[in-house]
C-alpha cells in the first residue's frame, strides 16, 4: 500500500510498504481521510519534543486524526465492526499499569500514541492497524470530514469542560486555530459569551466571518471585561503568563496550545488569585462526547477545513504550501485514496 514516510528533518517521500495485518485485538482499516495537525508539522521541522527525548525517531509514519471503514479484524474481534465506519484513540496505554486501571490511559507511562510515539504508524496510509478497544463508531450524521475532526474536537471540548463555565459566562480564546475555533464553536453552543485574541489579518477576520463578533489582537483587547475563564490554546510561548494575568479571580485558566520551548507562569499569581489551572493533554476522555456533540448538529465545524489533498500533497502542506483553491480555514485533510 502506499504510504506516507518522513525519513528525516524536511524529508519526505511516498512509499510503497506492506500492508498491515489485523493481530489478536486488532482490526485494520481502510482510511478516508486524515487531518494535517501542527504536531505532524513538528515532526516534519524535526522540532517536535519525542523527538528530543527518544519516544519517536525517523522514518516515521504520521496520522492521529482520521476516520475510516474497518475492512477485516484479527482474532478474539467481533466479525461485526467489518464495513462500520470509525475513528479511534490516538493514545494506547498499555492497559495494566496504575494509570490505565484507572481510566488515565491517555497519560500511560508505556503508551504508544498513533502517528506520534513509539513508532505505532499513523493513518496517512492507504490502511491502519488499530485495537479495538481504542476505536469509537461514527453515526452516519457524522461524515467523513466531520469524522477526521473528532480527534480536534475532543481536545476542545475537554478544554470548554476544563473552564467550568456557565452559560452566559464571558470565555477569552489565545489562538484562533483549528483547536482555538472549535473550543469557541463548542463553548458559544453551550452559550457562553466568546472573544478570541490572535494576531495575523487574515485569522481574525475569518474568526469573524464564522460570527463571532469580539475578536481582538492584544492591542485592541477590551481591558474593561472580566473573563470568567481562559483558553490558551496558542503556541506562544509569552501567552500562558498573559492568560493567568487575564483571568479574574477564582476563574480558571486551561493550558492546551503547547510552545516550543518554555512557558513560565507565576504561581504567586495563580495563588493571590484563588485561579484553577487545567491542563489537557490529549482528546481521550473528549472523543465520545464530540461524536454527540456533532452527529446532533449543536456544533458543526467543517467550515474549518479549506481543502482536501492526496498523500504525494502531504510533503509540501507540512512545508507550509496551501494548495490551489483552498478556502480560508485552517485545518486540511488528506484522502489517501486521491
Request: net charge negative.
Amino acid at each position: 500500500m502506499r504510504a506516507f514516510v518522513l525519513t528525516g528533518p524536511r524529508e519526505s517521500e511516498v512509499q510503497d510498504v506492506a500492508p498491515p495485518v489485523a493481530a489478536p485485538g486488532q482490526v485494520v482499516i481502510d482510511v478516508q481521510r486524515v487531518g494535517v495537525c501542527g504536531t505532524d508539522v513538528e515532526f516534519f521541522t524535526g522540532e517536535m519534543q519525542y523527538l528530543h527525548e527518544g519516544f519517536a525517531e525517523y522514518p516515521l509514519r504520521l496520522g492521529h486524526e482520521w476516520m475510516g471503514t474497518v475492512a477485516s479484524v484479527g482474532d478474539g474481534v467481533d466479525s461485526g465492526w467489518i464495513g462500520r465506519r470509525v475513528t479511534g484513540d490516538t493514545m494506547l496505554g498499555c492497559g495494566v499499569c496504575r494509570r490505565c486501571l484507572r481510566g488515565n490511559q491517555h497519560v500511560c507511562e508505556f503508551r504508544f500514541e498513533v502517528g506520534i510515539r513509539g513508532g505505532f504508524a499513523g493513518a496517512l496510509a492507504e490502511q491502519l492497524a488499530m485495537p479495538v478497544t481504542a476505536l469509537h463508531a461514527l453515526p452516519d450524521a457524522v461524515d467523513d470530514e466531520l469524522g477526521a475532526l473528532v480527534e480536534p474536537g475532543g481536545n476542545a471540548l475537554r478544554s470548554v469542560r476544563g473552564a467550568n463555565l456557565a452559560a452566559g459566562d464571558r470565555l477569552l480564546v489565545l489562538g484562533p486555530g483549528t483547536i482555538g475555533l472549535l473550543v469557541a464553536l463548542i463553548a458559544r453552543a453551550q452559550g457562553v459569551e466568546v472573544h478570541l485574541v490572535g494576531r495575523s489579518a487574515r485569522s481574525l477576520e475569518y474568526a469573524r466571518g464564522l460570527g463571532f463578533h469580539g475578536v481582538w489582537d492584544e492591542e485592541t483587547l477590551p481591558h474593561d471585561l472580566p473573563w470568567d475563564a481562559v483558553i490558551d490554546c496558542s503556541n506562544a510561548p509569552t501567552l500562558p503568563a498573559r492568560a493567568l494575568e487575564f483571568v479574574e479571580p477564582a476563574g480558571r485558566v486551561v493550558y492546551v496550545g503547547l510552545a516550543g520551548s518554555p512557558s513560565l507562569i507565576d504561581t504567586r499569581s495563580l495563588a493571590l488569585k484563588d485561579v484553577t489551572a487545567v491542563g489537557v493533554l490529549s482528546a481521550s476522555p473528549g472523543l465520545a462526547g464530540t461524536i454527540e456533540l456533532y452527529a446532533s448538529g449543536a456544533v458543526d465545524p467543517r467550515r474549518l477545513v479549506a481543502a482536501t489533498v492526496g498523500l504525494d500533497e502531504v510533503g509540501a502542506v507540512l512545508a507550509g504550501h496551501r494548495p490551489d483553491g483552498a478556502g480560508l480555514g485552517p485545518k486540511l485533510h488528506v484522502d489517501p485514496r486521491i
